[in-house]
T-cell receptor, first 114, second 117 residues
Framework: AQKITQTQPGMFVQEKEAVTLDCTYD???????LFWYKQPSSGEMIFLIY??????QNATEGRYSLNFQKARKSANLVISASQLGDSAMYFCAMRGDGGFKTIFGAGTRLFVKA | ETGVTQTPRHLVMGMTNKKSLKCEQH?????MYWYKQSAKKPLELMFV???????ENNSVPSRFSPECPNSSHLFLHLHTLQPEDSALYLC????????????????FGPGTRLTVL
């Protein structure tokens, strides 16, 4: 069975510093995709970054980077130069072979301090 | 009009009411999804439509009835709901190029916050 684990219910970071949000996954699929989403208090799920299981390089999108360690089955999100607007819930998600189902982790709430 | 839109944004209904949630995507995608997000629970996939055909139905009670009249529109018809159905209902869409390769990103709407009294 596929599973996503986010072990940090809440994280604090000082403005302008970097922060890492942890995500581990479990799957027997050979091909899969890993995603990170941001959910502000307004409710909308905002796509941040994607990593394919066969991608050899870590994905980057602006201030977001994904630290992908396939052997350890981890896909941590790194946010550099945190901003107050980064305060939100962050969800790690995975989609595997053979279907449309994407599974989500429980989320990490990030608080950015001024 | 951008991305994925959902109406209404907020809905309060009694257990005997019938209402519908609407989702519209302006991204040219061929798959659409309904998710339920309850407090303190992971996001739950409810229904998936690909090319206007339902391809996933994850043991959702029959009081939730989806409808996908075309690739841009998705509805969720609600009737005789229970208070435990109160949640944020999120719609998403994706462009599924190859079934099962895991790469297709889902883009979400702002959600409908539903309260059942």
């Amino acid at each position: 069975a596929q599973k996503i684990t986010q072990t940090q219910p809440g994280m604090f970071v000082q403005e302008k510093e970097a922060v890492t949000l942890d995500c581990t996954y479990d799957t027997s699929d050979q091909s899969y995709g890993l995603f990170w989403y941001k959910q502000p208090s307004s409710g909308e799920m905002i796509f941040l970054i994607y990593q394919g299981s066969y991608d050899e390089q870590n994905a980057t999108e602006g201030r977001y980077s994904l630290n992908f360690q396939k052997a350890r089955k981890s896909a941590n999100l790194v946010i550099s130069a945190s901003q107050l607007g980064d305060s939100a819930m962050y969800f790690c998600a995975m989609r595997g072979d053979g279907g449309f189902k994407t599974i989500f982790g429980a989320g990490t709430r990030l608080f950015v301090k001024a | 009009e951008t991305g994925v839109t959902q109406t209404p944004r907020h809905l309060v209904m009694g257990m005997t009411n019938k209402k519908s949630l609407k989702c519209e995507q302006h991204l040219g995608h061929n798959a659409m999804y309904w998710y339920k997000q309850s407090a303190k629970k992971p996001l739950e996939l409810m229904f998936v439509y690909s090319l206007e055909e339902r391809v996933e139905n994850n043991s959702v009670p029959s009081r939730f009835s989806p409808e996908c009249p075309n690739s841009s529109h998705l509805f969720l018809h609600l009737h005789t709901l229970q208070p435990e159905d109160s949640a944020l209902y999120l719609c998403a869409s994706s462009q599924d190029r190859v079934l099962g390769d895991g790469t297709d990103t889902q883009y979400f709407g702002p959600g409908t916050r539903l309260t059942v009294l």
